[in-house]
């Protein structure tokens, strides 16, 4: 009889418990991967459909493919002179509870965190690399750029670093440069005043040096459309949709009647936000335009008077 029991208790571990039983007949649901089903494996009644599948969205038939379509950990990003693959020590002296540690221990991570940056910045290139992607960031903070905006300055930078542009030249004023072309690229451009306020170097040298990156990678450039000043100025002047549609329609017509050409971009789009908001009865004057887009008075009446010329149906 023991012997019986002791048998019986063996076959109960060694079968697996069912968790998941049919409602209809009592009988194993097995789960059917390939349609999201739970199915009866006695009856076939469909216990649960549509459920949520957990697993990566791609499929992988040996194991190289599936290392390489492997996402697991970080993303890689360029911002970083190691693209992010290294490992940072904390600042703070506190273990993984929070708290402190002691003397003999911080002196201990000091010690690391100095060679662990020797290791990160092994030769000149990833020290100028590091400084340059560095600057790139404060500048693209301070300007309030997107993130797409700087992954593409410091992939710009990266290329003129491997094609030695920058013997000649500084750090700061390609770091610059890439910043500018970055943001004109991707239709979120900053003037060259608003460049330069953030920049270590002065405007002739980043225009020069941005004529220079642009002509030896062969970026594609376009010049910079007035509307796309348009929504920050207005944002900054806090205007109303209206006006900004207005102002669109006014920069519309102005480059239909050939007044854009020869003109400063940032000019017109300040100009046509500030007629825009006196055709819309909102108030704002020309001394807060010019404040906002970093122009003179003088330039915002001259192409006030310019935009309204070229629209038919608005008397000067």
């Known amino acids: 009889m023991p012997n019986a029991t002791l048998r019986s208790r063996e076959?109960?571990?060694?079968?697996?418990e069912?968790?998941?039983?049919?409602?209809?007949?009592g009988g194993l649901v097995v789960h059917d991967e390939e349609h999201s089903e739970k199915v009866c494996a006695d009856c076939g009644l469909v216990v649960e459909e549509e459920g949520i599948d957990r697993g990566p969205e791609w499929r992988a038939f040996d194991s190289q493919e599936k290392d390489e379509k492997s996402r697991v950990?970080?993303?890689?990003?360029?911002?970083?002179?190691?693209?992010?693959?290294?490992?940072?020590?904390?600042?703070?002296?506190?273990?993984?509870?929070?708290?402190?540690?002691?003397?003999?221990?911080?002196?201990?991570?000091?010690?690391?965190?100095?060679?662990?940056?020797?290791?990160?910045?092994?030769?000149?290139?990833?020290?100028?690399?590091?400084?340059?992607?560095g600057e790139i960031d404060r500048m693209a903070s301070?300007?309030?750029?997107?993130?797409?905006?700087?992954?593409?300055?410091?992939?710009?930078?990266?290329r003129a670093l491997e094609?030695?542009?920058?013997?000649?030249?500084?750090?700061?004023g390609v770091a610059t440069s890439c910043v500018y072309a970055a943001a004109r690229q991707a239709g979120v451009p900053r003037s060259l005043d608003e460049i330069n306020d953030v920049s270590r170097v002065d405007k002739d040298e980043i225009a020069r040096t941005y004529r220079y990156v642009i002509r030896e990678l062969g970026?594609?450039?376009?010049?910079?459309d007035p509307a796309s000043y348009v929504p920050r100025f207005a944002s900054s002047l806090e205007l109303s949709?209206?006006?900004?549609?207005?102002?669109?329609?006014?920069?519309?017509?102005?480059?239909?009647?050939?007044?854009?050409?020869?003109?400063?971009?940032?000019?017109?789009?300040?100009?046509?936000?500030?007629?825009?908001?006196?055709?819309?009865?909102?108030k704002t004057t020309q001394a807060k335009v010019s404040e906002v887009a970093d122009i003179s008075e003088?330039?915002?009446?001259?192409?006030?008077?310019?935009?309204?010329?070229?629209?038919?149906?608005i008397p000067v």
């Open 241 to 282: 949709d209206e006006a900004q549609h207005r102002a669109r329609e006014l920069l519309e017509n102005a480059k239909e009647k050939g007044v854009h050409s020869g003109k400063s971009p940032v000019g017109l789009a300040a100009a046509a936000v500030y007629a825009a908001a006196l055709l819309t009865n909102e």
């Open 11 to 16: 076959k109960e571990e060694e079968e697996p």
């Open 142 to 158: 301070a300007l309030g750029l997107p993130d797409n905006v700087r992954e593409t300055a410091s992939v710009i930078y990266r």
């Open 219 to 224: 970026l594609e450039v376009k010049p910079a």
């Open 298 to 313: 003088v330039t915002i009446r001259n192409r006030y008077h310019e935009l309204l010329e070229a629209e038919d149906s």
């Open 73 to 133: 950990g970080a993303p890689t990003t360029n911002t970083m002179h190691d693209k992010g693959l290294s490992t940072n020590i904390d600042w703070r002296n506190k273990d993984a509870y929070g708290n402190s540690l002691g003397s003999r221990q911080r002196q201990k991570m000091q010690r690391l965190r100095k060679w662990n940056e020797r290791f990160r910045t092994r030769d000149a290139k990833e020290r100028n690399l590091k400084q340059a992607l």
């Open 18 to 25: 069912r968790t998941d039983s049919c409602p209809e007949c």
């Open 163 to 172: 094609e030695d542009l920058l013997p000649g030249r500084s750090i700061e």
